[in-house]
């Protein structure tokens, strides 16, 4: 797909990998909506680039999804593309420690529930653009799970597995699908500081975009990009070695 002339919705684009992405798409000429929970956030991001637009939206909540698609559509006809970025990550121990179901919940619906629901949301209207996309974004930790966030990893292999189903679905389609397989990127994932050992934010994201502008589907990242290609046995060999060391019993 190319990044201009395209009108976009990203969810979670008023920071981080969202807000790199919704940048790119502006800078080549698209119109851009970013959506998140925080409304100061979104503000934030509208100052720094006055053309985006902004809804506060909830992706965990089915109505905040359902009115998302009914307003973006309505105000935003020629909407074509829809970026799945929203999402959290939680470093949880569930063999050490239990934790109210609802904390675990809210990984599974912001992580999985909602972009799936929200495919199934915008494929009719999409379906209906000369040309279209989703891009999903889901991680490198889908193909080498971390078990420091185990839930994580799990929303991500399903939404890696639902990507790769959804772009069989409509390949006869107008709609292309595109994967987005970050590695550690330096943003506020997990909370402040937790990802500073990423790698540079926009050198990601300058990366991956020139990428995804030149039609590719399936896009990682240094490390991202060779666990996306690694064989199960370079994988789990992989795995292996950073949940030794993460775990601290290598
Ligand atoms: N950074 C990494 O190392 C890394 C690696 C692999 C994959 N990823 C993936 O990249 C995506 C973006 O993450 P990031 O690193 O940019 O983290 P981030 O800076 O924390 O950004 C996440 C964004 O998602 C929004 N969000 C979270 N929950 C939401 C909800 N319920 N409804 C609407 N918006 C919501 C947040 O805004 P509000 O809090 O205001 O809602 C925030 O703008 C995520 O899917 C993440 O899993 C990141």
Not at 101 to 113: A, C, R, S
Not at 135 to 158: E, R
Not at 184 to 212: C, K, W, Y
Request: charged letters at 20%; a negative charge; aromatic letters at 6%.
């Amino acid at each position: 797909m190319r990044l201009a002339g395209n009108t976009v919705l990203v969810t979670g684009g008023a920071s981080g990998i969202g807000l790199a992405i919704a940048e790119r798409f502006l800078k080549a000429g698209s119109t851009v909506i970013i959506c998140g929970r925080r409304a100061d956030k979104l503000n934030e991001a509208k100052q720094q680039h006055p053309a985006l637009h902004t809804i506060v939206c909830d992706v965990a909540k089915e109505s905040d999804r359902i009115a998302l698609m009914e307003w973006t559509t309505k105000e935003f006809p020629a909407l074509n593309v829809l970026v799945n970025n929203a999402g959290i990550q939680r470093r949880i121990n569930p063999v050490e420690q239990q934790e109210a179901w609802g904390e675990t919940q809210q990984e599974l619906l912001i992580n999985v529930e909602a972009p799936i629901h929200l495919c199934h949301l915008f494929i009719p209207h999409l379906r209906r653009q000369e040309k279209a996309a989703i891009i999903n974004v889901t991680s490198g930790l889908a193909f080498t799970p971390a078990a420091f966030a185990p839930v994580y990893c799990a929303t991500k292999a399903a939404l890696h597995s639902y990507t790769m189903s959804l772009r069989f679905l409509l390949s006869k389609t107008s709609v292309e699908v595109v994967e987005l397989v970050p590695p550690a990127v330096n943003t506020d994932l997990g909370g402040v500081g937790l990802h500073t050992f990423g790698v540079p934010l926009n050198e990601f994201a300058d990366s991956v975009m020139q990428r995804i502008d030149t039609g590719e589907l399936e896009v990682g990242f240094g490390s991202s990009e060779e666990r996306r290609k690694a064989s199960r046995e370079e994988n789990d060999a992989f795995a292996a070695q950073m949940n030794a060391r993460m775990l601290g019993n290598s």
